[in-house]
């Protein structure tokens, strides 16, 4: 279980609720994984995306405060960082 909380009006997490990441993304949702340091992890690839293209936001996200370079081959293919 995760703890998901809005990101807005509830800083604190006083009223956080535990549930499932599953059940807070929609179907067409994409999302980035941090670590506890902040270093990404790895990116979350919606179901049937899989060889879709990289949002051009995400991408420039990932590019610009985690230096991803998309050039390289098997950028999200190593233990650290991981394709999901």
């Given at each position: 279980?995760?703890?998901?909380?809005?990101?807005i009006?509830?800083?604190?997490?006083?009223?956080?609720?535990?549930?499932?990441?599953?059940?807070?993304?929609?179907?067409?949702?994409?999302?980035?994984?941090?670590?506890?340091?902040?270093?990404?992890?790895?990116?979350?690839?919606?179901?049937?995306?899989?060889?879709?293209?990289?949002?051009?936001?995400?991408?420039t996200?990932?590019?610009?405060?985690?230096?991803?370079?998309?050039?390289?081959?098997?950028?999200?293919?190593?233990?650290?960082?991981?394709?999901?």
């Open positions: 279980m995760s703890i998901y909380c809005k990101l009006g509830d800083s604190m997490m006083a009223n956080h609720k535990f549930v499932a990441i599953e059940d807070v993304l929609d179907t067409d949702d994409w999302g980035l994984i941090i670590n506890k340091n902040g270093d990404l992890k790895g990116l979350y690839v919606p179901k049937g995306q899989e060889d879709d293209e990289v949002p051009e936001a995400i991408m996200l990932c590019e610009k405060y985690f230096g991803v370079d998309w050039e390289e081959e098997d950028v999200f293919m190593d233990r650290q960082n991981t394709l999901h």
